[in-house]
C-alpha cells in the first residue's frame, strides 16, 4: 500500500473511531452544554470522514475501516466506564484520553508519510490532528 492510502486510511480510521465514540456518548450524557459541545465535535468528525472517504475513492483505494472486533470492544468499554460515572468531568476527561491517543498518532503519521503522501492528504491530516489539540482545549472547561 503506498503513503497516500495509508494516511488516508488512519484519517478514515481515527475520523471514525470519533463518530462512533461521540454517537455513543451523545445517548449517555444528560447535561445540555456538554451534549452541544459533543455535537460540534461529532459534525467535525464527520466532516473529516466524508473528506477521507472522498480522497480514498477519488484516488481509487479501498477503504479500510474500524474492524467489528474494536468496534465492540470500544463500545463495551465506553459503557463499563461510564456504568458509575456519567459526569461530564468524566466524560471530559475519556475524551481528552483519546484525543491524546489521536494527537500523538497524527504526529508520527505526519512525520512518517510528508515527503511521500501528497499535500492535500498531509493538510487533511493536519486538519485532524488541529481538531484533536483543540478538543482537548474544549474539553478542560468540563473537567
Given at each position: 500500500?503506498?503513503?497516500?492510502?495509508?494516511?488516508?486510511?488512519?484519517?478514515?480510521?481515527?475520523?471514525?473511531?470519533?463518530?462512533?465514540?461521540?454517537?455513543?456518548?451523545?445517548?449517555?450524557?444528560?447535561?445540555?452544554?456538554?451534549?452541544?459541545?459533543?455535537?460540534?465535535?461529532?459534525?467535525?468528525?464527520?466532516?473529516?470522514?466524508?473528506?477521507?472517504?472522498?480522497?480514498?475513492?477519488?484516488?481509487?483505494?479501498?477503504?479500510?475501516?474500524?474492524?467489528?472486533?474494536?468496534?465492540?470492544?470500544?463500545y463495551l468499554m465506553i459503557n463499563m466506564q461510564t456504568l458509575t460515572d456519567k459526569s461530564p468531568s468524566h466524560v471530559a476527561e475519556m475524551l481528552i484520553i483519546g484525543s491524546?491517543?489521536?494527537?500523538?498518532?497524527?504526529?508520527?503519521?505526519?512525520?512518517?508519510?510528508?515527503?511521500?503522501?501528497?499535500?492535500?492528504?498531509?493538510?487533511?491530516?493536519?486538519?485532524?490532528?488541529?481538531?484533536?489539540?483543540?478538543?482537548?482545549?474544549?474539553?478542560?472547561?468540563?473537567?
Open positions: 500500500m503506498n503513503a497516500n492510502a495509508e494516511l488516508l486510511n488512519f484519517i478514515y480510521q481515527n475520523s471514525e473511531m470519533g463518530v462512533n465514540t461521540i454517537s455513543q456518548l451523545m445517548d449517555i450524557v444528560k447535561d445540555e452544554d456538554f451534549k452541544k459541545h459533543l455535537e460540534s465535535q461529532y459534525n467535525e468528525y464527520k466532516e473529516i470522514h466524508t473528506a477521507a472517504r472522498a480522497l480514498l475513492n477519488e484516488n481509487g483505494y479501498d477503504e479500510k475501516g474500524i474492524s467489528a472486533l474494536e468496534r465492540i470492544r470500544t491524546n491517543m489521536g494527537i500523538i498518532d497524527a504526529i508520527k503519521n505526519i512525520r512518517k508519510y510528508e515527503q511521500e503522501a501528497e499535500p492535500n492528504i498531509i493538510k487533511l491530516m493536519k486538519r485532524l490532528l488541529r481538531f484533536e489539540e483543540n478538543n482537548i482545549k474544549q474539553l478542560k472547561k468540563f473537567l
